[in-house]
């Protein structure tokens, strides 16, 4: 029996003895720990009725029990389907409604607010806490450490992870074994990771960044992680020293930046940091390498595609570009109206095609068709360039898509929250400019009463989680349309951009 990406990335590790995960407090974690808890885990799921294909919803903090629960979902040939643990119950429930797990596994402070939420979906409710307590980790203590993987092959699912819709409506990206598995090991080749590193992991493990690019990668070579409950500076570089490589997002790295705590010394032994998720200012590249004397290795991917491009190991890594496609994995550009493939050096849309892309939306096939290309490429919506040498730079977005500080939030999705307000008549939600986040929400809001910012503040509190919230709303007497009568969002963004350039 074979279990596709458990076999290749843990089944050779059963019995190793090595660190996986280097814990705050001085603990360590061997292969061989993590994965007997894996397999008590994957028992307590399939006991409780998880059969191969059957999805596990997982809202926890990030702990060595939840990794485990990641691992033992793939092991007992479930489906992993991890949360923002931001989401208010409202948004959880949509995706519960939608993915219809067989189990959610939420910490105990939420779960009276879900048990209802799981029960209208047929699904079983338990608990896991971030100190790994809960009705979860109760069921696993004394079960066998011996679990055999259930049979998956390469294009059954491992693992759903859910992207914020242009329409409001998210939508559940399917990642098969192999779409994760061979995604790992094209970057153990391109980083060059090896059983000899030490992995500063302060990402959250529910986005593809922290659970599939991290995780999977260190998995793959052997190597360990110092695995952080999230970024916060001071423990950041405190372990600084201990690590050969990092992974972050933009805001870790203009973070670390301001602190004068982060020297060319205390860093002098690592030997790569790879930024993500966002655009990368080239003055932050060009401030990290004065600074450090390293440059930031920067590269592209999506929740439905894992990785595609990177600035290579040996080569020149160019500010402000992500590289070049990743061996296997094939971009192009076209244009987006006719579709037709554009020379180099002129701006379309960036489409993919590789064993990295996802097998569909989640019971959506019109939306999946609507996002490929006939011969299978996958329609980004991201807008970039590639020039003469093969460097590919992402230029803007054909999607109408926030991203601050590494999370996606619709515009939409927002706007729809806003316009329920009574006394608002409108509303047009932007990203501007953010020192922290480098982009922030602001909203712009035309009213016909007396309502307020606290007032929409206060409703938006309870219906969505808080980094979607504006961090800014801005009253207007109407918004810039065009002939068409769509509102000129490149002028409200143009207007505001300074809104939040003072924010901390
Ligand atoms: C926290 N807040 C935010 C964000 N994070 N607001 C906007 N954007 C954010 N990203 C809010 C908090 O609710 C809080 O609100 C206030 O900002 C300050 O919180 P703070 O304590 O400073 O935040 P933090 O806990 O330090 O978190 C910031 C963070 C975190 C470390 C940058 O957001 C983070 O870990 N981001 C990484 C996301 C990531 O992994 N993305 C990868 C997905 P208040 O004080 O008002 O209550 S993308 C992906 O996977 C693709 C495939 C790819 O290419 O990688
Ligand atoms: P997500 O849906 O959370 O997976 O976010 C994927 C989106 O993040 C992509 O479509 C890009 O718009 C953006 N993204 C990821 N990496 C980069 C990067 N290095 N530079 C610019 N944008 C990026």
């Known amino acids: ?84 643990t931001a989401y208010m119950p409202a948004e959880v429930g949509y995706f519960v409604g939608d993915a219809k797990p067989k189990l959610v596994v939420c910490d105990s402070a939420a779960a009276a607010d879900l048990e209802p939420i799981a029960a209208d979906a047929g699904a079983r409710l338990m608990t896991l806490d971030a100190n790994s307590s809960g009705t979860l980790s109760q069921a696993a203590d004394g079960k066998s450490s011996e679990f055999d993987a259930v049979a998956r092959n390469g294009d059954d699912l491992g693992a759903i992870l859910y992207t914020s819709g242009t329409t409001g409506r998210s939508k559940g990206a399917m990642l098969s074994h192999d779409n994760l598995l061979s995604n790992a090991l094209t970057l153990v080749e391109s980083w060059r990771f090896s059983e000899d590193d030490v992995l500063l992991h302060a990402l ?80 932050t590249h060009v401030e990290f390498e004065a600074r450090t004397g390293h440059r930031i290795l920067e590269r592209y991917g999506m929740t439905e595609t894992n990785m595609n491009t990177s600035n290579p190991y040996d080569g020149e890594r160019r500010a402000g570009t992500v590289g070049f496609a990743l061996p296997g994995v094939s971009v192009r550009v076209t244009d987006p109206d006719s579709g037709n493939e554009l020379p180099a050096g002129e701006i379309g849309v960036l489409e993919i095609k590789g064993p990295n892309v996802f097998k569909g939306y989640w019971q959506m096939p019109e939306k999946t068709a609507a996002e490929f290309r006939e011969d299978g490429y996958f329609i980004s919506g991201d807008l970039g360039l590639i020039d003469a040498e093969g460097y ?46 480098g982009e922030g929400v602001v909203a712009v809001v035309v009213r016909d009463g007396d309502v307020d910012e606290d007032t929409i503040m206060q409703q938006l509190a309870g219906a969505m989680a808080r980094f979607k919230q504006p961090k800014k709303i801005i009253f207007v007497d109407e918004l810039p349309r065009n002939t068409m009568g769509k509102v000129q969002k490149n002028i409200l963004r143009e207007t505001y951009q300074e809104q939040l350039t003072q924010a901390a």
């Open 204 to 283: 959250p493990i529910f986005h593809t960044h922290g659970l599939f690019v991290a995780t999977n990668v260190i998995a793959a070579t052997s190597g360990s992680m110092i695995f952080l409950p999230g970024f916060k500076a001071d423990a950041v570089i405190e372990a600084l020293p201990r690590a050969t490589t990092m992974m972050g997002v933009p805001t870790f790295y203009t973070r670390l930046l301001a602190d004068p705590r982060f020297t060319r010394e205390l860093v002098a032994h690592i030997r790569l940091f790879v930024s993500g998720s966002a655009p990368l200012l080239a003055d």
């Open 1 to 84: 029996m074979t279990n596709h990406l458990f076999d290749a990335l843990f089944a050779a590790r059963l019995a190793d003895d090595r660190p996986f995960l280097h814990l705050p407090g001085g603990n360590t974690l061997s292969y061989r720990q993590f994965l007997d808890r894996s397999a008590q885990l994957a028992r307590v799921l399939v006991d409780a009725g998880v059969a191969p294909g059957d999805r596990v919803a997982v809202q926890v903090a990030k702990s060595p029990e939840a990794l485990a629960l990641y691992v033992a979902t793939v092991r007992a040939g479930a489906v992993f389907l991890p949360l923002n």
């Open 392 to 437: 590919i730079s992402i230029v803007g977005r054909g999607k109408d898509l926030i991203i601050s500080g590494g999370y996606n939030i619709y515009p939409k999705e927002v706007e729809l929250a806003i316009d329920e307000v009574a006394g608002v008549v409108e509303s047009a939600v932007i990203g501007v400019p953010h020192p922290d986040f």
